[in-house]
T-cell receptor, first 113, second 114 residues
Framework: DVKVTQSSRYLVKRTGEKVFLECVQD?????MFWYRQDPGLGLRLIYF???????EKGDIPEGYSVSREKKERFSLILESASTNQTSMYLC????????????FGPGTRLTVL | QKEVEQNSGPLSVPEGAIASLNCTYS??????FFWYRQYSGKSPELIMF????GDKEDGRFTAQLNKASQYVSLLIRDSQPSDSATYLC??????????????FGKGTKLSVIP
């Protein structure tokens, strides 16, 4: 059974804190993605990675960075959290074939106070 | 910027009826098409994918694709209250940088009334 896990389901942080969100997949997938989902705005791609140490900006990368040191793990970093980064963060992975579906993790609900 | 448009709803149908969800997309080069279901507070889960023009059936679900019209739909037959969720249309294609990505619509909220 395919599985994508995220480090936390709920997270509360203070403005200005550095925040790490971690995602792990056990499907040996090459591609991994970070999205945020907000009411009325849908799913928006922040960053994705198509190989270890490789990354590409999505539609809304400002204020975020990512790290992929191992194939199964993809981290999203908020360098200095702000209240407008309060959101649901979803990690996904897919195989290199590209046309395949993306499998989603359970999501992290981040609140920045 | 690639766009995927869905009617936000809510779409309300009585139990046992057919629910019809629609999606249009802007990129003619799109190659793969997906329907995800998302329950409130949960992450999206895939229910159907389609790559070729025509219909694809899986149980109570039928996906329809018309690439000439840039249109994809999902029909849910014999709708059940458990089908009440937000349905996301996702369209796959290559970005300008050559990597494959999905572009998601904002979703249609479906309510099945018992």
């Amino acid at each position: 059974d395919v599985k994508v896990t995220q480090s936390s389901r709920y997270l509360v942080k203070r403005t200005g804190e550095k925040v790490f969100l971690e995602c792990v997949q056990d499907m040996d997938h090459e591609n991994m993605f970070w999205y945020r989902q907000d009411p009325g705005l849908g799913l928006r791609l922040i960053y994705f990675s198509y190989d270890v140490k490789m990354k590409e900006k999505g539609d809304i990368p400002e204020g975020y960075s990512v790290s992929r040191e191992k194939k199964e793990r993809f981290s999203l970093i908020l360098e200095s959290a702000s209240t407008n980064q309060t959101s649901m963060y979803l990690c996904a992975s897919s195989s290199r074939s590209g046309v395949d579906e993306q499998f989603f993790g359970p999501g992290t609900r981040l609140t920045v106070l | 910027q690639k766009e995927v448009e869905q009617n936000s709803g809510p779409l309300s149908v009585p139990e046992g009826a057919i629910a019809s969800l629609n999606c249009t997309y802007s990129d003619r080069g799109s190659q793969s098409f997906f329907w995800y279901r998302q329950y409130s507070g949960k992450s999206p889960e895939l229910i159907m994918f389609i790559y070729s023009n025509g219909d694809k059936e899986d149980g109570r679900f039928t996906a329809q694709l018309n690439k000439a019209s840039q249109y994809v739909s999902l029909l849910i037959r014999d709708s059940q209250p458990s089908d009440s969720a937000t349905y996301l249309c996702a369209v796959g294609g290559y970005s300008g940088a050559g990597s494959y990505q999905l572009t998601f619509g904002k979703g249609t909220k479906l309510s099945v009334i018992p």
